[in-house]
């Protein structure tokens, strides 16, 4: 493109849209609603850090905690429909507590108050609704039993104890732990059952390690038999009935293509209801007839994709969502007697004044023959012709991009660059070829997928192939470490965040609660124990002579996930070689950056960045 042509195209572009409306905290978001159906919970915030907020009918909202530091992301209502309840870290450690709010007294209590200490919520039952089963890595801090613990009194009681290999626990509906997911040395998975808790546990199903990303979602409504997400004997991730006696099958869903994602489980009966399939967009399957005229009803409510947050215990109200490429999420409350939708807000009202971009999917084939998927997101206002690209990788790596609000890729688009995102081998969602075609690939063909992606976008005519940048977050971030020292010629400069430097350091940093990984990791990244040449030789830090290009680096000084050692001592080592390079660390973080002053400073740093080698646009 000449320096007319990009003066012109720059002309063209539509209004830069302030960081803080992308990235400052929502104005509202997660809406929940009581058991009762009485009172509506959401996220907003109070004096600027996300809080609980609660609106009841004909009384208004009023904020219910009053968290000060960092702002609450996970909370549910407790089935008392009396207390809220949220889980807090502190500044990033992910060491996550417990804590309640009482509605009627106000009162917030810590109810795991272990320095240190991860706690998770297992399972709720209406049932029960003064229990919560928890899981506690009070013991051990490698593995997690399970806890009784009272909301009323607070108190804890030992429920089930951890035999060592056990990641998940999963409980009946009796309120009893009957079912154990353990890792085992080889790398394979074992679904063990019980039928009570005085009883043996009982291998049901045994999953080698190519299907490691199946698990169980449930036991069915008489308690006899078990939901399975799962891929044995079939490529894709099904939904598969399991009988426990007999161990009969049953498929209840499947995709040739695409695997199922999640599913919608009645919080009373058990009954399954529908199942996600997550193709180029989120598509819904109905099993259970009940709902079908509910879904046909809703799916014509917006034009984006739906998702169920929660319904009222007597199934009447249903809060959803739907997600949207080109505008904010919007939520709505649909009464089922009614047959109607009450539009309740959008997560982030002032940006809908803005124009933003659409996403679009795509379709490329890898250099070996493997059709990867993506999606591409492009400026408004100018022609698609040898733009500045950065290429936005996801981290994981066992995750995927999905089709929807993409706060960074509107940002990305507005200032003017083609964010171009890839679904290489390894992710998630395609099968379980796809996803273990990425084993021991990591800086291999994982990153050739990268590079074909790029390549593409080229010939297409739609990047400058002098103005390619590339960005990610966790494995994004090494994979920008990686793009810089193994393919240093492809990009003009690159930034990232919390990306591992040294695939040795990186497994051998891993936190205690990730032993039960461990042969996982050795599985799809490398053996630490047998293959250090083979790490060394997918590390960037020790390829570090072959970066030339400019880096931003920033990392979280709590990050438990990914040391803070994996930026410095990349960060060193370019120093050491005079190549430009910032660093940005932020000592009130940890692997996810979820301060607003933080993410703000971060996105300024990479947008300044940014324009300075590629030439995209900047808010002063």
């Known amino acids: 493109m000449s320096l007319k042509e990009h003066v012109m195209a720059e002309e063209n572009l539509v209004p830069l849209i302030p960081r803080k409306v992308l990235f400052g905290e929502p104005e509202i978001l997660n809406p929940q609603i009581s058991p009762d159906g009485k009172h509506i919970a959401y996220l907003a915030p109070k004096d600027e850090v996300l ?178 997400l799962e891929s044995r004997n079939a490529n894709t991730r099904r939904v598969v009935e399991m009988d426990i006696a007999s161990r009969k099958e049953t ?7 695409y695997d199922i994602m999640g599913e919608i489980v009645h919080p009373r009966t058990h009954k399954l209801q529908a199942v996600c399939i997550l193709k180029e967009r989120r598509y819904w399957q109905v099993i259970d007839e009940s709902i079908a005229e509910d879904f046909e009803r809703i799916r014509n409510i917006h034009k984006g994709d739906l998702f169920l947050l929660n319904r009222d215990r007597e199934d009447k109200n249903w809060l959803i969502g739907f997600e949207c490429d080109d505008e904010p999420v919007r939520y709505y409350v649909y009464n089922r007697e009614r047959k109607e939708a009450s539009y309740l807000f959008t997560a982030r009202p002032v940006l809908e004044k803005y124009k933003l971009a659409q996403m679009k999917p795509i379709r490329i084939i890898a250099r070996d023959g493997l059709t990867l998927h993506g999606y591409l997101t492009l400026p408004v206002g100018v022609p698609a012709k040898r733009l500045p690209l950065v290429l936005k990788v996801h981290g994981g790596p066992w995750d995927r991009d999905v089709w929807g609000y993409d706060a960074e890729a509107q940002w990305l688009a507005n200032r003017g660059y083609a964010c171009l995102q890839i679904n290489f081998r390894g992710s998630i969602g395609y099968g379980k070829k796809f996803t273990n075609a990425g084993d021991r690939e990591w800086g291999g063909k994982m990153h050739d997928d990268l590079i074909d992606a790029v390549s593409w976008a080229i010939k297409e005519g739609v990047a400058d192939p002098a103005r390619i940048g590339i960005f990610g977050v966790s494995y994004g971030g090494y994979a920008t470490l990686a793009a810089a020292a193994f393919t240093p010629d492809v990009f003009r400069c690159g930034a990232e965040a919390c990306g591992p430097s040294n ?118």
């Open 51 to 228: 809080n609980i907020w609660v609106r009841t009918v004909g009384n208004g909202d009023k904020p219910v905690t009053n968290e000060k530091r960092r702002g609450i992301r996970k909370y549910f209502w407790a089935e008392d429909g009396e207390h809220l309840i949220y889980l807090q870290d502190f500044d990033g450690d992910e060491n996550w507590h417990i804590y309640s709010v009482n509605l009627h007294t106000d009162e917030v209590r810590d109810l795991t108050p272990f320095p240190g200490i991860r706690a998770d919520v297992v399972a709720t039952s209406p049932n029960f609704p003064d229990e919560l089963l928890i899981a506690l890595n009070l013991r051990d801090k490698r593995v997690h039993d399970v806890y009784r613990l009272n909301l009323r009194t607070g108190s804890l009681t030992m429920d089930t104890e951890n035999p060592g290999d056990v990641s998940e626990w999963l409980a009946d509906h009796n309120f009893q732990i009957r079912g154990a997911l353990a890792l085992l040395p080889d790398g394979s998975t074992e679904l063990r059952v019980r039928s009570d808790v005085k009883s043996r546990w009982e291998v049901l199903v045994k999953w080698d390690p190519e299907d490691s990303f199946s698990f169980p979602a449930g036991f069915t409504p008489d308690g006899k038999g078990i939901y399975l």
């Open 503 to 620: 695939l040795i350091t990186f497994l051998e940093s891993i936190p205690p609660y990730w032993e039960l990984l461990r042969r996982m990791l050795y599985r799809r990244i490398g053996n630490l124990e047998r293959e250090k040449e083979f790490l060394k030789a997918r590390s960037p830090l020790l390829k570090v002579e072959q970066i030339k290009i400019p880096l931003l680096i920033a990392h979280g000084a709590n990050d438990p996930r990914v040391s803070q050692s994996e930026s410095e001592q990349i960060v060193n080592a370019l120093r050491g070689k005079n190549i430009p390079v910032e660093y940005l660390l932020f000592p009130d973080e940890g692997h996810i950056f979820l301060k607003p002053e933080n993410r703000l400073k971060f996105y300024a740093g990479v947008e300044a960045f940014f324009a300075k080698y590629l030439g995209g646009r900047m808010e002063p």
């Open 251 to 257: 498929v209840l869903a499947e995709d040739p293509e």
